[in-house]
C-alpha cells in the first residue's frame, strides 16, 4: 500500500517549457487536491477534484491546468512554466467518512512526498 | 476570507518539556481542523483531525483543542523529545464540500537534547 505517490521528485524547466506532474493514490479515495508550497506561505491549493470526472479551481490556479484521468490519478499541468511557479508542489487525497451517531464526517488527508520544481 | 495564522514561527525547548502550539483562524464557521506535522524535505502526515462540533483530540503525548467561536485552535505536546522537531501545520476545512483545506503558514519546533 504505496499511499500516495507522486513524479518527478524533482525538476528544473526553462521559462516557457512545459510539463506535467503525475500523482497517484492506492487508497480508492474520491477526492485528490494538488497544492503549491512556498516559503512563508504555507500551502495554497491550486485545484482539487472532489470525485473522477470533477475538477474545480483553488486558491491559486492561474497557470495551470489539471486532469483527473482516473479515480487514482491527478494530474498537473504547466503549459509555460514562469519562475513564480517555482515551488514545491505536494498531492493529496481524502475520503470523507460518516460515522458516528451525531453523524460527523472524518476527512483526513493523506499527502505525497512532493515535487521540486525550478523554473529558471 | 478566511485566514490562518500561527504564531509563533519557530520555537526551541528543551527536551522533556511540555509546550503549546498555537492556530487563529478569521471566521469560525468551519468544517473540521486538522494539525500536520511536516519533517524537512518531506510530505506533510496527519497527526489530529477536530470536527467543528468536537472540542478536543488526543493521540499519544498530542492533544488538539478547538474554540470554534474564539477561532483558536491549540497542539499541546507533553514530554517533548527531538524527535518532535519538525514544523506543524494547522489547516482548517471552511466547508463540507470537497475537503478544501485552508493552512497556516506553520511553526518550526527544534526540541533540543
Known amino acids: 500500500n504505496a499511499g500516495v505517490t507522486q513524479t518527478p521528485k524533482f525538476q528544473v524547466l526553462k521559462t516557457g517549457q512545459s510539463m506535467t506532474l503525475q500523482c497517484a493514490q492506492d487508497?480508492?479515495?474520491?477526492?485528490m487536491y494538488w497544492y503549491r508550497q512556498d516559503p512563508g506561505m504555507g500551502l495554497r491549493l491550486i485545484y482539487y477534484?472532489?470525485?473522477?470526472?470533477?475538477?474545480d479551481k483553488g486558491e491559486v490556479p492561474n497557470g495551470y491546468n489539471v486532469s483527473r484521468l482516473n479515480k487514482r490519478e491527478f494530474s498537473l499541468r504547466l503549459e509555460s512554466a514562469a519562475p513564480s511557479q517555482t515551488s514545491v508542489y505536494f498531492c493529496?487525497?481524502?475520503?470523507?467518512?460518516?460515522?458516528?451517531?451525531?453523524?460527523?464526517?472524518?476527512?483526513?488527508?493523506?499527502f505525497g512526498p512532493g515535487t521540486r520544481l525550478t523554473v529558471l | 476570507k478566511q485566514e490562518v495564522t500561527q504564531i509563533p514561527a519557530a520555537l526551541s525547548v528543551p527536551e522533556g518539556e511540555n509546550l503549546v502550539l498555537n492556530c487563529s483562524f478569521t471566521?469560525?464557521?468551519?468544517?473540521?481542523l486538522q494539525w500536520f506535522r511536516q519533517d524537512p524535505g518531506k510530505g506533510l502526515t496527519s497527526l489530529l483531525l477536530?470536527?467543528?462540533?468536537?472540542r478536543e483530540q488526543t493521540s499519544g503525548r498530542l492533544n488538539a483543542s478547538l474554540d470554534k467561536s474564539s477561532g483558536r485552535s491549540t497542539l499541546y505536546i507533553a514530554a517533548s523529545q527531538p524527535g518532535d522537531s519538525a514544523t506543524y501545520l494547522c489547516?482548517?476545512?471552511?466547508?463540507?464540500?470537497?475537503?478544501?483545506?485552508?493552512f497556516g503558514q506553520g511553526t518550526e519546533l527544534s526540541v533540543k537534547p
Open positions: 493529496a487525497s481524502s475520503e470523507a467518512i460518516l460515522s458516528g451517531r451525531a453523524g460527523s464526517w472524518t476527512d483526513t488527508q493523506y
Open positions: 487508497m480508492n479515495h474520491n477526492s
Open positions: 477534484s472532489a470525485s473522477e470526472g470533477t475538477t
Open positions: 471566521d469560525s464557521a468551519i468544517y473540521n
Open positions: 477536530i470536527q467543528s462540533s468536537q
Open positions: 489547516a482548517v476545512g471552511p466547508d463540507n464540500q470537497g475537503g478544501k483545506l485552508i
